[in-house]
């Protein structure tokens, strides 16, 4: 048990300290521009030349990503702290794609204007960000508990009484104690 409280605290250390990138239209990046700690940075180039072809520059790893899962090229506007933000011109609908960690976990949100308009941008976005932390944290919940849900063992006796209803488990402990009989034997 201290074994997975220690794990569970290692792994919200983690998360705070992971960078998150974010994905936009350039309706929604112009308003996050307006956030008193925004900082222009304009990012890599997203090509580059290798041997005469054009290929996607990899040293932005989230750029690079992006760019071969959905075929688009994103363009980096600047950055909030560690966080980063991109524009992808392809995106129509007022929406924040936030990407968490190295796996780059997808969270999406609709953007709420009337907040940002009532609250600020700097407000909204901590808000945002804290409902990010809340759902990654829901997501290693539910994949912690899927792991160490116990698996169903297979029941080696139903290939002989029903063997139209065998599954693979069934035939793999019917495998284990065919095995182990035949290793008593000698």
């Known amino acids: 048990m201290g074994f997975f409280v220690l794990k569970e605290t290692f792994n919200i250390l983690i998360n705070m300290y992971m960078a ?3 994905v936009t239209n350039s309706m929604v990046v112009y308003q996050i ?7 222009t940075n304009l990012g890599l180039a997203s090509t580059v030349d290798k041997g005469g072809n054009r290929v996607f520059n990899e040293n932005d790893k989230f750029a690079h990503y992006y760019n071969t899962q959905y075929r688009t090229t994103i363009y980096g506007q600047g950055n909030v702290g560690d966080i980063k933000f991109y524009v992808d011109h392809f995106v129509k609908d007022p929406v924040l794609a936030i990407y968490v960690g190295p796996q780059f976990e997808e969270f999406i949100f609709d953007v709420n204007f009337e907040m940002i308009d009532e609250k600020g941008i700097d407000f909204y976005l901590g ?3 804290k409902e990010v932390e809340l759902q990654h944290e829901e997501r290693i919940k539910t994949n912690t508990e899927k792991k160490m849900e116990p698996k169903k063992s297979g029941n080696p006796e139903l290939i002989t009484f029903n063997p139209g209803a065998v599954t693979y488990d069934d035939l793999k402990a019917y495998m284990e104690k065919q095995n182990a009989e035949r290793y008593k034997k000698i």
């Open 20 to 22: 998150y990138n974010v």
């Open 33 to 39: 521009k307006k956030c008193k700690f925004f900082k």
């Open 127 to 129: 808000h945002v960000l």
